[in-house]
């Protein structure tokens, strides 16, 4: 492995993401594509993987019967992508974030009284092939189970950690040592049972979801304007739709959107009662701190072939704006379970759609990240896979992704609860393309308390790599040129530093794309 130094990261979060982004009035251009245009709504196309690459021999993005049970899983499956560096630590909680503010990560844990370092874990990362962890945030009830709350402001430096079904909300700041972050407040938020959140893109509001998102739930608004003295603001009911699962802001943060879950055919009492989808939302009221504010519904975009939305990322393209969503049940979750799903034509797990949203009043899916575990024609083909020993059925949804920048991205980088991490090629949003994945090697009964997948007797013959990725570029240590690392964790391996393998680099293609990742917007 080649010494590497840490230039910059290119997408932290997703409200890293949106700090570049401009409100919506302004987001279309002549230069920009068909209003009407629509693209691939089917199974990207596959990655060309490398001739040393050990790579998944079912279909894409599966994890077989035979590689599980013959141990072949236990290697782990990459496509142009080679492990840098890596700290595993006691396991980690994936989908709990992770967040990360310089060459810092935060990553989660779960809270397990076998662990011997409880709470996020501090990670750093300034020497790549070496991260380190540098501190627990073990001194808030939310530092301690923070779900996937796990949330950094890039503009102003903070971390904003909310418990995972319970009341507290605490901020650090990272400005000055990252590696190290300082408590700047820890409140009791009435009624709050959180679940995930986020941050108004001005670092000065968060709004904590719950762990209830049906109707009649509640959003809990926080003002951090002074983060060592962060207040409650208002918990607002949503009595209809809007309810956010993730969610994200437009920059001057009068615009919410909202990833509203909803699974087929469950009790109006349910948490995930009601349709699935994206709800755009007017929060002036709130960023601007008027009396008795309001929340009100720009628009609606639902869809019922997966369930449980939840993030809606941002980014720009030739013109046009557009959101990345997420899904993470697809239709297994409904009532019936993965039969069901197949028999009324769902998802069986669940994907992306590319929203354009340049028009916010009618918003519309113009194509589809999705996997060919994703694709409907296959469900009936998992209906006999065999669950994990004591853990259940396995689940190929995508969790979150990232962009390696927000305006005219390159590349998009998903994390997933069973398919590993996933990259695509979305110079063109309207027909995005694999180029290559990561699936780290399958934990199976090793001892890893702080994981969200370990359990006594359950044996894990799949990684799953839930959280938020990350593109960083590095300078090599010859100084010669830079190029890509990606950060990502998964629940068995911790945190690990990934790069694009020298083979992919010397590919025209991967040349290519590579070149264009590494350009200044």
């Known amino acids: 492995m080649n010494k590497q130094r840490l230039v910059g990261g290119f997408a932290t979060s997703a409200v890293t993401l949106l700090g570049l982004l401009l409100s919506n009035s302004i987001w279309a251009d002549h230069g920009g594509r068909p209003a009407h245009g629509v693209g691939s709504m089917g199974p990207v196309p596959k990655a060309v993987c490398g001739r040393s690459d050990h790579t998944e021999s079912g279909l894409q993005g599966q994890t077989t019967s035979e590689e599980r049970a013959s141990g072949d899983s236990e290697r782990g499956y990459n496509c142009n992508l080679e492990l840098v560096g890596q700290f595993r630590g006691e396991g980690a909680f994936s989908q709990n974030g992770p967040a990360y503010f310089g060459h810092c990560a935060y990553m989660s844990t779960e809270n397990n009284p076998l662990q011997v370092h409880p709470g996020v874990v501090v990670i750093d990362v300034s020497d790549p092939e070496n991260p380190r962890p540098t501190a627990y945030l073990d001194d808030t009830p939310a530092g301690l189970n923070p779900h996937e709350n796990i949330k950094v402001n890039q503009a102003r430096g903070l971390l904003g950690l909310a418990q995972s079904n319970g009341p507290n909300f605490a901020v650090y700041d990272l400005n000055a040592d990252c590696a190290r972050p300082k408590l700047a407040s820890s409140i009791t938020v009435p009624n709050s049972s959180g679940h995930m959140g986020g941050w108004a893109e001005d670092g000065k509001t968060y709004y904590i979801g719950q762990s209830f998102r049906g109707v009649g739930g509640i959003m809990p608004i926080i003002d951090v304007t002074d983060p060592y003295n962060a207040k409650w603001v208002l918990n607002w009911t949503f009595n209809g739709d809007g309810r956010p699962h993730d969610l994200s802001t437009n920059q001057d943060g009068t615009r919410m959107y909202s990833g509203q879950p909803g ?179 399958a934990p199976r009964t090793a001892f890893l308390p702080g994981s969200g997948s370990w359990s006594p007797g359950v044996d894990r013959t799949v990684e799953k790599q839930a959280g938020l990725p990350r593109f960083v570029r590095v300078r090599a240590a010859n100084g010669k040129g830079h190029e890509l690392n990606l950060w990502i964790v998964g629940d068995g391996n911790g945190f690990q530093v990934l790069r694009f393998t020298d083979d992919f680099l010397q590919r025209r293609h991967g040349k290519a794309i590579h070149a264009e990742a590494l350009k200044d917007d």
């Not at 008795?292 to 393209?317: H, K, T, Y």
């Not at 993965?338 to 340049?358: E, F, H």
């Open 263 to 441: 699974n087929f055919g469950v009790a109006p009492n349910n948490s995930s009662f009601g349709p699935d989808g994206l709800v755009i939302l007017d929060m002036s009221d709130i960023q601007f701190r008027r009396p008795n504010p309001q929340i009100r519904i720009v628009s609606r975009l639902f869809w019922n072939d997966q369930g449980q939305a939840e993030q809606m990322l941002p980014f720009f393209s030739h013109g046009r704006s557009y959101l990345i969503s997420t899904d993470e049940s697809g239709g297994q979750a409904g009532v019936g379970g993965l039969a069901a799903a197949c028999a009324r034509g769902a998802s069986p797990y669940g994907y992306s759609n590319v929203i354009d949203i340049t028009d916010e009043k009618n918003p519309r899916i113009v194509s589809k990240i999705m996997l060919e575990v994703h694709d409907p024609r296959n469900c009936a083909s998992f209906l006999k896979e065999p669950p994990e020993v004591g853990g259940g059925i396995l689940d190929y949804s995508t969790e979150r992704c990232a962009v390696d920048r927000p305006n005219n991205p390159t590349l998009a980088a998903c994390g997933s609860r069973g398919t590993g991490t996933r990259i695509y090629d979305i110079r063109d949003p309207l027909h995005p393309a694999e180029i290559a994945y990561w699936r780290g090697p």
